[in-house]
């Protein structure tokens, strides 16, 4: 039953988020600098996100505050509004949870060939609020290059109902590293590889690389300041800093 509910609410995702048509047609325009709000003269050299030069409609979904006696959490799925970027056969995908979940949580990952998923996980009830993750290295699963996927979480405040669900998802492609971004990545530090995939369009390697340095210095208000303008470039909110802002 839980199954037939989830195939269901990810067609009716698919449907209403994969294109139709191929998505080489337009161009996006370039990335605006990162908000003066969050990146000192000071700093170290912000990351620029550049979206890749590829027409798509908008396929991130989800997103909204809810109100302020509502039991369940904000829910962002940490991921451009068109088809985000990687390089990596295993990415990491990230979502916000603005407190714990006292319902089922759900991750769920489907290609652009079948509406069945490729890979499902249960948390079960989620205790801790932030940004979080899950990493593919950890499944036997990987990204067929140049198949577009989606990705989704959910919240599942009645199993009976499935339509109540709470869902944030977006949109993942796997792509070749191309000669330049391989050379500027060849002896980089870590943060200039992060800034190098910004800048070359891989969103998803570039917010992992970044999260990783967080990981490692927790304490280091600068990087964390970096992944919140990051965030906002691509119109989410400013997560990850010590006061959680949610717009």
Not at 46 to 56: D, E, F, I
Not at 189 to 205: K, L, N, R, T, V
Request: charged share 20%; with cysteine; hydrophobic share 45%.
């Amino acid at each position: 039953m839980r199954a037939q509910s989830l195939k269901s609410m990810l067609c009716c995702l698919l449907l209403g988020c994969l294109p139709v048509m191929p998505v080489h047609a337009a161009e996006q325009p370039e990335a605006t600098p990162p908000p003066s709000s969050l990146i000192k003269k000071q700093d170290k050299a912000a990351l620029v996100y550049k979206p890749p030069k590829r027409g798509s409609p908008a396929v991130r979904v989800g997103g909204a505050t809810r109100g302020a006696g509502d039991p369940l959490p904000v829910l962002h799925v940490l991921a451009p509004d068109h088809i985000g970027m990687t390089v990596q056969q295993q990415p990491v995908f990230q979502w916000y949870l603005s407190k714990p979940a006292r319902v089922r949580f759900e991750f769920a990952l489907v290609s652009e060939d079948s509406i069945d998923p490729v890979l499902e996980r249960d948390f079960g009830t989620v205790h801790s609020r932030g940004i979080q993750q899950l990493d593919l290295a950890d499944t036997d699963i990987v990204l067929e290059p140049g198949v577009p996927y989606q990705w989704s979480v959910a919240l599942i405040p009645d199993e009976q109902a499935r339509s109540g669900d709470v869902v944030a998802s977006g949109m993942i492609e796997r792509i070749a590293v191309s000669k330049e971004l391989a050379a500027r990545l060849a002896g980089a530090s870590e943060y200039e590889q992060a800034m190098a995939c910004a800048e070359a369009g891989i969103w998803y390697d570039a917010l992992s690389m970044l999260s990783k340095l967080i990981a490692e210095d927790p304490a280091n208000a600068t990087l964390r300041m970096q992944r919140a303008a990051l965030l906002e470039q691509v119109g989410l909110p400013a997560v990850g800093l010590p006061d959680e802002r949610v717009k």
